[in-house]
C-alpha cells in the first residue's frame, strides 16, 4: 500500500494484493455409487420418503485451486473551500481457477426401494464417462469518478458514475451442430462494458437537546434525512462460464451414459470393487437406440444478449429523537427493481404434449406413454428432445426480474447508560420475482411467472440486551424473531418428462381423489397430523 501528495493537493492512494488458495480431496472409496429411496413409518404414525446412498464417495474425489490479483488507485481532491471533494478509482484484478471437479466417474445406481436393491434391481444407472477439468481465468477493470460536494454545513450531496467491464481469457469450442439445430452460437461468452450511475444526499435540521460529548462537544442536529437512488451492477464470476466450456456437445467436451428401465445394467458390486474395468460404459446388452438409452451429450451456452444482473436500488431514512428525546429512532424505507436475473431454457426441450394426468387437473406430459417404465414411473425424455444428437441444450438467459420492498424501525435508548443498554428493531419486507417453469413448472416449462421469493420473510423482529456487571465481566444477549419463507412442494422426480425434477406436487382433495381410497386416506393423514408448515 502506498499513500503520497503531489500536485496541487492531490492525494493518491495505491494498493496492490495477490492471493492463492488450493483445496483437495480423495475419495474413500473409489467404486460405483448408489441411492436408495426408503419410506419410514415412524411411531406417531407419519412416515418419511429420503434418498440414502452407499457405496464409493466419487464426489470427493476433487481439486481446486484458485488465484487472485489486484491493482487500485484512488486519487483526492479538496477544493480550497472545502466544499467538494473529487475522487477518481481506478481497479485492475485478475482471477482464474483449476478446478478437477470429475465426480460420478465410476457411475450410480439409483434403486426405487429396499425391496429393489435386495433383488438386485436397479431403475436408473448414470455414469459421466470423461474427467471434468477447468482451467479458466477472467480479466476485470473499472474507473469511477464521484464527487461530495457540501452545500451547506447542513447538505451534502453525493453523485457520480462507474464503468465496470470483464473479458474471460477462454471460450468455449465451437460447435457447428449447435448453431445448424437451434440458431445460436456455443461460443459466446459474457464480455461486458456496465455504466452504473448514483447520486445521494443527506440533510441535517434542528438542534440537539443535548452536547455531544463524543462530537466535540458542540451541539448537533436534531434528525438526519438521507436518501438516494442508483443503479448496481454484478459483475461475472470467473467460473460462471465453467459448465459452457465442459459441455459443448462435441467429442471432447464431457461425456455422460443414461439408462432407465431395462436398459439399466445389472449390477455386480463384488467384481466392481476388485477391477474398475468391469463397472459399464453403456446401457444393457441389446438396448442401445433405445429412448430408455441415452448417450448424447449436453450443451451449456449463454444467450447473446445475456448480461450480468443489476439493481436500481433507491432509499430513503429518517434518524432522530422522539418522545422528548428519550429514544433514538430510525426509519428507513428501500424500494430495489433487480433487472436481469439470470434463468435458463432447455432449447432441445419439445413442448408438444402427447398426453395428460387427469387426476392431476391435465398436468401435461410431453413423451409418449411408452417412454415411462410401467414399474417404476421413471420417463425417458428422449421422446421430448427436438434433437437426438443432444441431451440438454441449456441457454443461460438474464430476461427475469424481481421487486424488494423494504421498510424498518429501530429503536435505542436516547440516554447513556455505563450499565444497561439494549436497542430493538423490526423489519418488514417484501419479495416477489419471476422464474420460469424450467426451475418449478406445472404446465409448459417455457412459461414465465411471477411469485413469492423463497426468502421473502416478511417479518423480522432483532433485539440486543447487555449488562455491565461491576465493571467486571459484561454480558451481552442477542436474537431474533423472523416469521416462515415460503416453500413450494416438489416432486422427487421427472413427471412431465421435461427431464428434469422441477414438477410441483399437485394437492389432492381428499373428498374427490379420482376415487382412489389410499390417495384420499394418505392426504387426509396429511392435512391431519401432518406438520404446521404442511399444512
Not at 278 to 301: E, H, K, Q
Request: aromatic fraction near 12%.
Amino acid at each position: 500500500r502506498h499513500t503520497a501528495y503531489f500536485g496541487v493537493g492531490v492525494l493518491s492512494e495505491t494498493s496492490l494484493g495477490a492471493s492463492w488458495s488450493r483445496n483437495y480431496a480423495d475419495a474413500y472409496l473409489s467404486m460405483p455409487g448408489g441411492r436408495v429411496r426408503v419410506n419410514s413409518d415412524f411411531d406417531d404414525g407419519t412416515s418419511g420418503v429420503q434418498m440414502l446412498s452407499f457405496g464409493g464417495s466419487q464426489s470427493l474425489n476433487n481439486a481446486s485451486t484458485s488465484v487472485g490479483a489486484q491493482a487500485m488507485n484512488q486519487l483526492s481532491w479538496f477544493s480550497t473551500n472545502n466544499r467538494h471533494r473529487l475522487k477518481l478509482t481506478s481497479e485492475l484484478r485478475y482471477d482464474g481457477v483449476a478446478q478437477d471437479m470429475t465426480s460420478n466417474l465410476l457411475g450410480t445406481f439409483t434403486y426405487n426401494s429396499l425391496a429393489d436393491l435386495a433383488a438386485g434391481q436397479p431403475a436408473q444407472f448414470t455414469r459421466q464417462l470423461t474427467r471434468l477439468e477447468r482451467d479458466v481465468g477472467q480479466v476485470g477493470a473499472s474507473v469511477s469518478l464521484g464527487d461530495s460536494w457540501r452545500g451547506s454545513s447542513n447538505f451534502q450531496l453525493q453523485y457520480g458514475v462507474r464503468l465496470d467491464g470483464n473479458h474471460f481469457l477462454d471460450s468455449p469450442a465451437y460447435n457447428p451442430d449447435v448453431e445448424t439445430t437451434f440458431g445460436v452460437r456455443n461460443d459466446h461468452v459474457p464480455n461486458k462494458l456496465y455504466t452504473s450511475p448514483r447520486v445521494g444526499f443527506s440533510w441535517s435540521y434542528g438542534r440537539a437537546q443535548a452536547i455531544g460529548a463524543f462530537q466535540g462537544a458542540a451541539l448537533g442536529p436534531r434528525a438526519v434525512v438521507r436518501g438516494g437512488i442508483g443503479l448496481f451492477q454484478n459483475t461475472p464470476a470467473v467460473n460462471q462460464i465453467t459448465s459452457a466450456l465442459d459441455n459443448t456437445g462435441l467429442p471432447s467436451g464431457v461425456q455422460q451414459l443414461t439408462c432407465i428401465g431395462a436398459a439399466t445394467p445389472i449390477p455386480d458390486w463384488t467384481a466392481y470393487r476388485s477391477a474398475a474395468g468391469s463397472i459399464p460404459d453403456r446401457c444393457a446388452d441389446g438396448t442401445t437406440g433405445t429412448v430408455f438409452s441415452d448417450a448424447s451429450p449436453n450443451v451449456n451456452l449463454f444467450a447473446n444478449d445475456y448480461v450480468a444482473p443489476r439493481s436500481v436500488r433507491s432509499n430513503l431514512q429518517w434518524s432522530g429523537p422522539i418522545l422528548g428525546n428519550r429514544f433514538s429512532t430510525t426509519i428507513d424505507g428501500t424500494y430495489s427493481l433487480n433487472l436481469n436475473q439470470g434463468g435458463f431454457v432447455d432449447l432441445n426441450f419439445d413442448p408438444q404434449q402427447r398426453f395428460a394426468l387427469r387426476d392431476e387437473g391435465g398436468r401435461p406430459v410431453f413423451v409418449d406413454p411408452g417412454s415411462i417404465v410401467p414399474s417404476t414411473g421413471v420417463i425417458a425424455s428422449r421422446d421430448g428432445r427436438v434433437s437426438p444428437l443432444f441431451s440438454r441444450v441449456t441457454e443461460q438467459r438474464s430476461d427475469l426480474r424481481s421487486v424488494s420492498r423494504q421498510i424498518s424501525l429501530s429503536l435505542a435508548p436516547a440516554n447513556y447508560s455505563t450499565r444497561f443498554t439494549w436497542n430493538a428493531s423490526y423489519v418488514y419486507s417484501n419479495v416477489r420475482e419471476q422464474y420460469r417453469g424450467f426451475s418449478s413448472t406445472v404446465a409448459n416449462p417455457f412459461d414465465v411467472a411471477w411469485g413469492r421469493a423463497s426468502f421473502d420473510s416478511r417479518h423480522q423482529i432483532v433485539y440486543s440486551l447487555g449488562y455491565n456487571f461491576w465493571d467486571a465481566i459484561r454480558v451481552s444477549w442477542f436474537g431474533q424473531f423472523r416469521s416462515g419463507q415460503p416453500f413450494t412442494p416438489i416432486i422427487a422426480g421427472d413427471v412431465n418428462g421435461d427431464g428434469y425434477s422441477n414438477d410441483r406436487a399437485f394437492i389432492f382433495d381428499p373428498k374427490v381423489s379420482s376415487g382412489d381410497a389410499s390417495v384420499a386416506a394418505e392426504m387426509q393423514q396429511l392435512l391431519t397430523s401432518g406438520s404446521p408448515a404442511a399444512r
